[in-house]
């Protein structure tokens, strides 16, 4: 028997994707910021939404710069991610405070993280959002990704401090879905 839900949690129930480390650069500061408010919106470009609060400070830098990097974390890098949602990149240098090595990328100026399995490379493409729901459209123009690490095990945020820990994969051949726009 389903009982009411309370509104404020449904995002617990709509299980986002992995936890990623969103990074930018403002004015030779590069900072850190976990994130579970992202969307996957189209195959190719891989166009990807995200929502980015206008109390960050990654707000102010990447509407500045245009450009960030999401790295992929994995469960090894747990407590390191929450800390480091637990602070702002105004007050601290959270690539020094969190023994985070960052990385030059090819295309853009934010800093890719070492330490995480994934990076990808992202322009925004779209803020039509931004004012209304400081959501962001990016567009990776670069992926990076450590074949070596077999079976990433990404980290999904329940929310009150609790994450799933991706696990099994089921291989379940099937036509590839057609969600484009066009
Ligand atoms: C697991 C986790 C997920 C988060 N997801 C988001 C998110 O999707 N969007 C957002 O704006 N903040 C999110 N936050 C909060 C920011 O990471 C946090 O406010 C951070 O300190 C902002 O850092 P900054 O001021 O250096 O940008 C999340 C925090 C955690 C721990």
Redesign the pocket.
């Known amino acids: 028997m389903k009982k009411i839900f309370p509104l404020p949690e449904v995002y617990r129930l709509l299980e986002p994707g992995p936890?990623v480390l969103l990074t930018t650069t403002r004015a030779g500061h590069p900072?850190v910021?976990?994130?579970?408010?992202h969307q996957m919106m189209e195959f190719t470009p891989p166009l990807v939404g995200c929502?980015?609060?206008d109390r960050?400070?990654?707000f102010a830098s990447l509407k500045a710069s245009r450009e960030c990097a999401i790295n992929i974390p994995t469960v090894e890098l747990a407590k390191i991610?929450?800390a480091c949602?637990?602070?702002?990149?105004?007050l601290v240098d959270k690539f020094r405070d969190f023994d985070l090595t960052p990385q030059p990328a090819t295309c853009v100026k934010a800093p890719l993280i070492a330490e995480c399995f994934a990076s990808l490379e992202c322009r925004i493409v779209d803020m039509k959002l931004v004012t209304k729901y400081n959501f962001f459209v990016l567009e990776v123009v670069q992926a990076w990704v450590d074949q070596a690490r077999n079976n990433p095990r990404t980290i999904h945020?329940q929310g009150e401090g609790e994450f799933m820990v991706a696990g099994r994969t089921l291989h379940l051949p099937s036509p590839k879905t057609s969600l484009s726009r066009k």
């Open positions: 936890v900072n910021m976990p994130m579970s408010w929502m980015v609060s960050n400070y990654s991610v929450v949602g637990n602070v702002s990149g105004r945020h």
